[in-house]
């Protein structure tokens, strides 16, 4: 299973039964594929900078799921099929352990001072060779 990030537009003229519909209906089909809902679905209300499909006020929401790649196809379907949804996205978020950490060097380790008479003697013993 994958972590993934969906965000999709719904206009602003729905009610907020309506919004709550279709956040529903998305999450149960989620779930129906063997998805695993972490967080999110509450509708954010947004003003476009450029009108999409004559809206120029959308309520955006973003849902954080696990799910197996094989099944995005379907709920890709389900989203397209969807007549409220004007746009919708789907990423993979990777999971933060994926990633090397930075280290950072904390006040208890000091910068090693080094004399120009040692960097002298290193490059004539390597120049040397």
Not at 53 to 59: A, I, L, R, S, T
Request: cysteine-free.
């Amino acid at each position: 299973m994958r972590n993934y990030e969906l965000t999709y537009l719904i206009p602003a003229s729905l009610t907020e039964e309506e919004q709550k519909r279709i956040s529903e209906s998305i999450a149960s089909f989620i779930q129906e594929k063997g998805g695993v809902l972490k967080e999110g679905g509450i509708p954010i209300k947004r003003i476009l900078p450029q009108r999409i499909k004559q809206h120029g006020e959308v309520f955006s929401v973003s849902i954080y799921f696990y799910a197996n790649p094989d099944k995005l196809q379907e709920i890709r379907e389900k989203l397209r099929a969807e007549k409220n949804i004007i746009r919708f996205i789907m990423t993979i978020k990777e999971t933060p352990s994926a990633h090397k950490p930075i280290r950072k060097r904390t006040k208890e380790e000091p910068r090693k001072k080094v004399d120009l008479k040692d960097i002298e003697d290193k490059i004539e013993e390597i120049l040397k060779e």
